[in-house]
């Protein structure tokens, strides 16, 4: 048996399996089950490889005669080695320094070295083995249904871009100008920033601003504290959503596509962009298509070891760095050529957020305050860059989230509780997460701005413009941040106590829905019964059959024609479909229909309707 734990096949394959799937544990709501396997499997093969060579050494060096000791030190030293190449994350990345680093590594590989040497190469391995079963455990609990697919699962193809850029616009603009949305990571209102750091407000930044014709927003809020479900509310409208997998594209990409425009993302990283690049013309993140598949089938395996990416030319999905430089250069390059087509432009750029809780309040501030001050700065030359090659340009810059100053009184017990232990006050910890920036140059025709809360509603408030269409207003959604299901400000302004809503949320927005409610808003009728749907689904449909009573709408026919269709009440839900069939489809209500056709006895209509799909969608969808 210590022979058989001895072996350096064995040695190296566990010590490539282990910390590859401890990463994954780590990581688990970021990876398919299949994923786990591959990336876990691969690791295995190459360790075993690895160990196969390293044994065929160590024989050689018997047969010349090297003592025993040499030679268990040479084991020891290379699988310590292995282990840290495949667990350079999970080991060293919290170093801050390359000398804290280095000083990791070397002491790794002489724990390891001396190990192997004093009591022998298996017990190397019986180490290895309690860590990775350590690691299957923590695996066990935390495998639970997929919530949050990885980002790079979405990437497509143009022809995600195409079949919907040939659409009829759902609200037709009547201006087109080249929209620019800087997306900026950390940054706070000028407000925050001297409230929570003491950054003093920039007299020239202010006049930076009225130079330009921005607005600025005196009191704007994140709805979400991270920076994907930041971009999920500003770009997909949605304030609970999951990061998942898109089939179709968000809201604000889909009414621009509609209305042809090209998409441009730019960043240096895929990690924030990446799942809307199906629909995008342009992206400065470029991404292989063999680097596409790689990390498809064994993307744990290289996204946690710097070493091991450079086999993938260095990139990483999970990166969320920022190099404005970077994304400064793709820019200007793009703006030198001419676009026959009004364009929407998303850039990333901005500060960082104090993730770790490794900072005292004092050294955090000494950290944030200078790249709060380079990014104002980043922000007027990006601007002036933007203008001088497009002067009727739309710009919206606002930030991401806060740079979480108070993120430990998340951490452990009641937070509220925490807010009082720590003698701080609600308003100053919501303003640390949700206080943003918000500065917008609308177009030349806005005479007064409108008023905007959250990030959930400022493309409503665009589109509502650029369509000269105020009814889109009455879709306007609740403006509240929330944060590990903690309810924290309303419309911009916290609460005396942070609320533990929990599943709750959404009893909340009903309870706000049904109190600012106007009779005679259809739209606002509608999302009540949209909230309703799985709480009350008979007084959901109770409240769409009321819409109807007062004339055609379609949004409350197309929401009745799923209700019915879904619980399986095919003969009411035929007349529906067959009238959403007739006027403008998409491949989802051909299907339900023909599902109808098929269960009401009538297969060769319901294949002859798919078929004839083709021929209103362009290709065969369903």
């Not at 601003?209 to 949605?238: C, D, M, P, R």
């Not at 629909?279 to 089938?297: G, H, N, R, T």
């Not at 050529?337 to 501030?365: C, L, Q």
């Not at 993120?407 to 997460?433: C, E, P, Q, Y």
């Amino acid at each position: 048996m210590t022979a058989l734990l001895a072996n350096p096949a064995l040695l190296c394959m566990l010590a490539a399996l282990a910390p590859t799937v401890a990463f994954v544990s780590v990581n688990t709501r970021f990876f398919t089950g299949r994923q786990m396997a591959q990336s876990a499997g691969v690791a295995a093969v190459v360790g075993g490889v690895l160990g196969l060579l390293l044994w065929l050494l160590a024989s050689h060096l018997n047969a010349a005669g090297v003592g025993e000791g040499y030679v268990s030190a040479l084991l020891g030293l290379c699988t310590g080695g292995i282990f840290l190449v495949f667990s350079e994350r999970l080991v060293t990345e919290l170093s801050k320094t390359k000398k804290a680093r280095l000083i990791a590594n070397l002491s790794g590989l002489t724990v390891s070295a001396l190990l192997a040497l004093l009591l022998s190469p298996a017990v190397l391995s019986g180490l290895l083995i309690v860590y990775l079963g350590f690691s299957l455990f923590d695996l066990y609990k935390k495998n639970n249904p997929q919530k949050e697919l990885l980002v790079y699962e979405t990437m497509g193809t143009s022809e995600a871009r195409q079949s919907v850029s040939t659409e009829a616009p759902e609200r037709p603009f009547k201006h087109k100008p080249n929209v620019y949305l800087f997306f900026l990571e950390s940054i706070h209102s000028e407000k925050a920033a001297e409230l929570i750091y003491g950054i003093p407000p920039d007299p020239e930044m202010a006049e930076f601003y009225q130079k330009h014709g921005f607005t600025v927003y005196e009191n704007f809020f994140s709805n979400n504290a991270w920076t994907l479900h930041s971009l999920n509310s500003l770009i997909e409208n949605k304030l609970n959503a999951i990061i998942s997998e898109l089939e179709y594209p968000p809201y604000v990409i889909r009414h621009f596509l509609q209305n042809g425009y090209k998409l441009n993302l730019f960043d240096n990283y895929a990690y924030a962009f990446v799942r809307y690049s199906k629909w995008a013309d342009y992206c400065s993140f470029y991404l292989p298509i063999w680097i596409k598949k790689l990390y498809i089938f064994c993307g744990a395996l290289f996204a946690q070891s710097a070493i091991l990416r450079k086999v993938v030319l260095g990139i990483d999905l999970f990166e969320t760095g920022i190099n404005f430089d970077y994304t400064y250069g793709a820019v200007e390059q793009k703006l030198k050529k001419h676009n026959d087509m009004p364009v929407f432009n998303i850039f990333r750029f901005g500060a960082r957020h104090n993730d770790y809780n490794f900072y005292t309040y004092k050294s955090w501030e000494e950290v944030y305050t200078p790249l709060y001050v380079r990014t104002q700065a980043e922000i007027k030359r990006m601007t002036e860059l933007i203008v001088s090659h497009d002067p009727n340009a739309v710009i919206i810059a606002t930030g991401d989230h806060g740079a979480m100053q108070y993120l430990d009184v998340w951490t452990n017990g009641d937070v509220n509780d925490n807010i009082a232990k720590k003698k701080l006050n609600h308003d100053l910890v919501a303003r640390s997460f949700f206080d943003v920036l918000l500065a917008v140059r609308w177009p030349a025709h806005v005479n007064t701005p409108p008023k905007i809360y959250t990030h959930i509603n400022v493309f409503k408030h665009l589109f509502a413009i650029l369509c000269e269409d105020n009814t889109i207003l009455s879709d306007i959604k609740i403006d509240i941040s929330q944060k590990d299901n903690f309810l924290v400000a309303d419309k911009a302004k916290p609460l005396e106590r942070f609320q533990n809503v929990g599943a709750g949320l959404l009893d909340y927005d009903i309870e706000e829905a049904e109190k600012h409610l106007d009779p005679n808003d259809k739209a606002g009728q509608l999302q009540l019964a949209q909230l309703l749907l799985n709480k009350n689904p008979v007084r959901a449909e109770r409240i769409v059959r009321g819409i109807l009573k007062q004339g055609p709408y379609a949004a409350a026919e197309a929401m009745l024609s799923n209700m019915l269709f879904e619980q399986n009440r095919v003969a009411e839900a035929k007349d529906y479909y067959c009238t959403k069939i007739c006027k403008t489809p998409d491949a989802d209500d051909y299907l339900k229909y023909a599902a109808i056709l098929k269960a009401q006895g009538q297969p060769e209509e319901a294949l002859a309707l798919l078929l004839g799909s083709k021929k209103r969608l362009g290709e065969l969808k369903p």
